[in-house]
């Protein structure tokens, strides 16, 4: 069961790092964009 949460936790970690990166990546798309 420890395990298990942990890698629960770990793949949304993961997910949520990647969302993060790209939602920055878009971000500053924009920035440059409009610069």
Do not use: Q
Not at 18 to 31: G, H, K, M, W
């Amino acid at each position: 069961m420890g395990i298990g949460a942990l890698g629960v936790t770990g793949i949304a970690a993961m997910a949520l790092g990647v969302s993060f990166a790209e939602d920055i990546r878009r971000i500053v798309l924009i920035i440059i964009g409009k610069v």
